[in-house]
């Protein structure tokens, strides 16, 4: 895809070293979305956290778990935390989690920004320096089908990206459903993308040992099992 899509934290490519981490991390997230209800056809962020583990080939027992669990209506109860924070070179990274402990998640958190050159930051520190965006994407489809059934649903984007035969959408948080509905009007089943990120609105250049010690900040957040979502701003 183009670069702000390789900018996301689960990239395409990237996902296969890590595949049991990552059902491990959307298990969670289905789980504690579904535990106020867990019909998607009711809540409609299960329904998209659902979408989304689909696009990373979740497989169903994985997803089914998880719902079942939330159904029991026992297990452990999780806060959604962000921590936000400043890599080498005055870098912006967001770290999204899920935790049953914010003392040791935070203590984790702060000790990956140490130990690479980097601090943790207060509430709203980096946010102003992205944007929440919504990615709806399909293969199969050309870009005039897409913006004519957008234009059907009268859905507004910011941008549209087009690599082979995948036709990827970035639209603003209230267009997001009505992208993939339209999406929907052309047969598209299953999306290839279909999920709510942290795009920055500019970019940052960083080689040599701020390269160095940048990747591997982000390396060790990922790794922590409570961080579901790292974002940032490095090219």
Same mark, same amino acid.
């Given at each position: 895809m183009?670069?702000?899509?390789?900018?996301?934290?689960?990239?395409?490519?990237?996902?296969?070293? $890590?595949?049991s981490k %990552?059902?491990?991390?959307?298990?969670?997230?289905?789980?504690? /979305?579904?535990? *106020?209800? &867990? !019909?998607?056809e009711?809540?409609r *962020?299960l329904?998209?956290? %659902?979408?989304?583990?689909?696009?990373?080939?979740? &497989?169903? !027992?994985?997803?089914?778990?998880?719902?079942?669990?939330? =159904?029991?209506?026992?297990?452990?109860?999780?806060?959604?935390?962000r921590?936000?924070?400043?890599?080498p070179?005055? $870098?912006?990274?967001?770290?999204?989690?899920?935790?049953?402990? %914010?003392? =040791?998640?935070? $203590?984790?958190? =702060?000790?990956?920004?140490?130990?690479?050159?980097? $601090?943790?930051?207060?509430?709203?520190?980096?946010?102003?320096?992205?944007?929440? #965006?919504?990615?709806?994407g /399909?293969a199969?489809?050309?870009?005039?089908? +897409?913006l004519?059934?957008?234009?059907?649903?009268?859905?507004?984007?910011?941008?549209?990206?087009?690599?082979? !035969?995948? +036709?990827?959408?970035?639209?603003? %948080?209230?267009?997001?459903?009505?992208?993939?509905?339209?999406?929907?009007?052309?047969?598209?089943?299953?999306f #290839? #993308?279909?999920?709510?990120?942290?795009?920055?609105?500019?970019?940052? *250049?960083? *080689?040599?040992? /701020?390269?160095d010690?940048?990747? =591997?900040?982000?390396?060790?957040? !990922?790794?922590?099992?409570?961080?579901?979502?790292?974002?940032?701003?490095?090219?």
């Amino acid at each position: 895809m183009g670069r702000k899509w390789n900018n996301i934290k689960y990239g395409k490519a990237a996902k296969d070293a $890590s595949r049991s981490k %990552i059902y491990a991390k959307f298990g969670l997230e289905i789980y504690v /979305a579904a535990k *106020s209800e &867990p !019909d998607p056809e009711i809540n409609r *962020s299960l329904a998209m956290v %659902i979408d989304k583990a689909k696009t990373y080939k979740v &497989p169903r !027992d994985i997803i089914d778990r998880a719902l079942d669990k939330a =159904r029991g209506g026992k297990g452990e109860n999780y806060d959604q935390v962000r921590y936000e924070g400043y890599g080498p070179n005055g $870098s912006a990274i967001i770290v999204d989690c899920l935790t049953n402990n %914010i003392n =040791r998640t935070v $203590s984790e958190v =702060r000790a990956a920004f140490s130990k690479h050159g980097g $601090s943790l930051g207060v509430n709203g520190s980096v946010t102003f320096m992205f944007e929440q #965006t919504g990615l709806v994407g /399909a293969a199969n489809v050309t870009e005039d089908q +897409v913006l004519e059934a957008l234009m059907n649903k009268e859905c507004d984007v910011n941008d549209i990206e087009v690599e082979d !035969d995948n +036709v990827l959408v970035y639209t603003t %948080i209230e267009n997001f459903n009505l992208a993939q509905e339209a999406f929907k009007t052309l047969g598209i089943e299953e999306f #290839t #993308t279909c999920e709510i990120s942290m795009l920055p609105i500019t970019h940052i *250049s960083l *080689s040599g040992d /701020a390269l160095d010690k940048f990747e =591997r900040l982000v390396e060790t957040l !990922d790794e922590l099992d409570d961080v579901q979502n790292v974002y940032h701003n490095v090219e």
